[in-house]
């Protein structure tokens, strides 16, 4: 039986998005959950277990997380330099993978430049990426 990461989260605010990577990375069975937030406030929490995540249920750690850069509100930029500022067992060994639309060289660049930031991938997300990504930062788990 092979090893399964504990948690990806996706942070995108666009539904069909979500529904398809959800279906994709549940098809792949490389993770035994899969969490959907749709805005960086709400990654936020999740990630801290405060506002709509203070239940006093556990959520589980990602391990990976795909961010979108365009959202309402808070976009992704915004979010990791909050993420940023989390104390390091909120963050720690997580890889953090952009996931977007955008065709501006100035966000790829800005994303290499993020400490943060372990990869840049285009939409939509297809099985190789997941497996190149897999492969690269959790080989144990292909």
Known sequence: MKQKLMCILFIDDDEP??????????????AH????????VEALEYLTG?????????NPRPDLIFLDINMPGMDGWEFLQHYEKLPPNQKANIVMVMLT?????????AAQKNI????FENKPLDPEVIKKILA?????VC
């Open 136 to 140: 690269r930062f959790f080989p144990e």
């Open 17 to 30: 998005t979500n529904f398809l990577n959800r279906l994709l990375v549940q098809e792949m069975d490389c």
């Open 101 to 109: 639309t955008s065709l501006n060289p100035d966000d790829e660049h």
């Open 116 to 119: 943060e930031i372990a990869g």
């Open 50 to 58: 405060t506002g709509d995540f203070s239940n006093g249920k556990m």
């Open 33 to 40: 959950h899969v969490e959907v937030v749709t805005s960086g």
